[in-house]
């Protein structure tokens, strides 16, 4: 994945926070889809709220290492990885450098 790649949230979604964790649900024909029903934990939903359509993946990795202790490597290939689930669902759209 190119770190200069920026993201957006799919705008078809609801998201609420939930006991520490971002849960986020489709919206299909003005309706919940409560069968596909997604959770992200503390980091993941730290991702999550940086994906504004603005911040490119190399930016959004710098503002969570400010966060967290981890090495720049394993923080690259981990939020890289959830940024490729996160587009595979649906729930997130390239804006920059990639096709929507």
Same mark, same amino acid.
Request: glycine fraction near 12%; aromatic fraction near 4%.
């Given at each position: 994945?190119? !770190?200069? !790649?920026?993201?957006?949230?799919? +705008?078809? !979604?609801? %998201?609420? #926070?939930?006991?520490?964790?971002?849960?986020?649900?489709?919206?299909?024909?003005?309706? /919940? +889809? *409560? /069968?596909?029903?997604?959770? *992200?934990?503390?980091? /993941?939903? +730290? $991702?999550?709220? *940086?994906? +504004?359509?603005t911040r #490119?993946?190399? %930016?959004?990795?710098?503002?969570?290492?400010? =966060?967290?202790? $981890?090495?720049?490597? %394993? !923080?690259?290939?981990?939020?890289?990885?959830?940024?490729?689930?996160? =587009? =595979?669902?649906?729930?997130?759209?390239? %804006?920059?450098?990639?096709?929507?």
């Amino acid at each position: 994945m190119e !770190l200069e !790649l920026v993201f957006r949230r799919n +705008d078809s !979604l609801v %998201t609420r #926070d939930l006991a520490g964790e971002k849960v986020i649900i489709p919206i299909r024909g003005k309706v /919940g +889809d *409560l /069968g596909n029903i997604y959770t *992200l934990n503390g980091v /993941g939903s +730290d $991702v999550w709220n *940086l994906l +504004d359509g603005t911040r #490119d993946v190399r %930016t959004i990795i710098a503002a969570l290492g400010e =966060q967290y202790e $981890v090495d720049f490597e %394993t !923080l690259s290939l981990d939020v890289q990885a959830l940024l490729v689930d996160l =587009q =595979q669902e649906g729930l997130v759209i390239p %804006t920059a450098g990639g096709s929507e």
